[in-house]
C-alpha cells in the first residue's frame, strides 16, 4: 500500500517578511539574499541591498528562507559572496562598533588566554 503524502506547508513568519519588505523599500527597491545554515538556531538571511547597507534575519529552517526569497518583490537569491557582491557592500556608519559590542567602547583590553 503506497502512502502520498502532501508536501510539508512552509509559513514565514509576518514579522520576517514584513521586516525583510521595509529593508528592500527603504535601500534601494531590489536586495540580495545569502543564505547561510547557522545550526540549530536556522537559517540567515543576509541581505545586500541595492544600496550596499547589509541587514540579516534569522528563519527555522532553509524550506522558510525559500519561501521568504519567493513571497519578497525585489529580493534575489544570491549565488554566496563572490567578489561582485562583496565589491557592492558598504556598511552604513557605525556598524563596525555595534558589532562588537562592549568591546567597542572599550579604552584597554586584557591580555589573550593564551599569552602569558
Known amino acids: 500500500m503506497s502512502v502520498d503524502t502532501a508536501p510539508a506547508r512552509v509559513e514565514v513568519p509576518g514579522s520576517v517578511v514584513k521586516s525583510v519588505k521595509g529593508f528592500v523599500a527603504d535601500h534601494g527597491g531590489s536586495a540580495t539574499a545569502v543564505l547561510q545554515y547557522i545550526g540549530r538556531a536556522g537559517v540567515r538571511v543576509t541581505l545586500v541591498g541595492a544600496d550596499g547597507v547589509l541587514g540579516d534575519r534569522v528563519v527555522a529552517d532553509e524550506a522558510t ?10 529580493l534575489t537569491l544570491g549565488e554566496g ?3 561582485e557582491l562583496t565589491s557592492v557592500v558598504t556598511p552604513r556608519s557605525g556598524h563596525w562598533s555595534r558589532m562588537a559590542g562592549w568591546v567597542a567602547k572599550q579604552k584597554r583590553f586584557p591580555k589573550a588566554r593564551n599569552e602569558k
Request: hydrophobic share 45%; aromatic share 8%.
Open 65 to 74: 528562507a525559500h519561501k521568504l526569497v519567493e513571497i519578497v518583490d525585489g
Open 81 to 83: 559572496w563572490d567578489r
